[in-house]
């Protein structure tokens, strides 16, 4: 008969067993993201904000202090028009492993998004470029061609790697949101929140090379087969701001975003007495030629810092 002392060693043997295959079987990579990607879910502080807003929607949240400063319908699902693009940059990055790897951009994916009138970077069919000039073409002048090509190198295909942004956005805790593509064009079910969106900048800051493609103000391409002397790109926001100077400190960076659906969209990093401030903001009315009500509310929130 065993002993107790010899039932014990059993079934501790057959635990460190069980768990043996438990990791086994899970993919190193996933294994290693399940450790690299805690989720973030900031406390809501007890001195809120309350500012006016050309924004339907917006969530301010203290990267130092883990806070959320200021609320507006932050949990409304809304659309997230280019704001998409963070999430195609941070999944490309974790997804390749070298940014130098080149890419011939397919001739094909042009095609919809000229009919779609789609934001482009201006690469063109069959131009040779590498990974690190998709980066910044898709966050800087928000190219669409730039994302759809990042996508198919990493995934082989948009619709596979949009799988990985979904998976992405449930692992980071982004309870409302459904991406169906990679560029923030307009469809019924891609959809977010502000709230979501706070969460995926917050979590994807802490990724070196996104937060260096997030907050250049510029990137020049070397030549290429079909630009001889290069390309450079200026972030949107930067264009439509005379200085980013803030009272105690700068706006950093940050993607805008725009569909007639979407209104005028903005994610911004800001540093202000230093301390770090991420941003959200969706649904400004005005457009393209307008105003940029969502850079005006930026600068109104921070202001208040």
Do not use: W
């Amino acid at each position: 008969m065993f002993t107790r002392k010899g039932i014990v060693s059993i079934l501790f043997l057959f635990m460190i067993v069980f768990v043996y295959l438990i990791l086994k079987e899970t993919p190193v990579t996933l294994r290693q993201e399940m450790v690299d990607s805690p989720k973030v879910i900031p406390t809501m502080s007890s001195d809120m904000l309350n500012i006016d807003l050309y924004s339907s929607n917006a969530i301010l949240v203290n990267l130092d202090e883990n806070q959320v400063l200021l609320d507006k319908n932050s949990e409304e699902v809304i659309y997230p028009a280019s704001l998409t693009k963070m999430m195609t940059v941070l999944v490309a990055i974790e997804q390749i492993s070298s940014l130098q790897d080149e890419i011939v951009l397919p001739k094909n994916i042009f095609n919809d998004l000229y009919e779609e009138n789609a934001s482009v970077a201006g690469f063109l069919p069959n131009e040779r470029l590498t990974i690190e000039d998709l980066l910044y073409g898709s966050m800087l002048p928000s190219g669409a061609e730039a994302s759809i090509g990042l996508a198919e190198y990493a995934a082989g295909s948009e619709r596979k790697f949009v799988e990985l942004m979904n998976a992405k956005a449930q692992q980071l805790g982004m309870k409302n949101t459904h991406f169906m593509n990679t560029t923030g064009l307009h469809h019924p079910e891609h959809y977010t929140t502000v709230k979501d969106m706070s969460l995926l900048l917050q979590y994807a800051l802490t990724n070196d090379e996104f937060r260096n493609v997030y907050t250049a103000e510029r990137y020049s391409i070397k030549s290429t087969n079909l630009h001889p002397e290069g390309i450079t790109f200026t972030s949107r926001m930067f264009q439509h701001m005379t200085s980013s100077v803030l009272p105690g400190g700068k706006i950093l960076g940050g993607k805008t975003g725009y569909t007639e659906d979407a209104g005028l969209c903005l994610a911004s990093l800001a540093t202000v007495n230093g301390q770090e401030y991420v941003l959200v903001t969706v649904g400004a009315e005005g457009g393209p030629r307008t105003e940029q009500y969502n850079i005006t509310d930026a600068f109104s929130v921070y202001s208040q810092l």
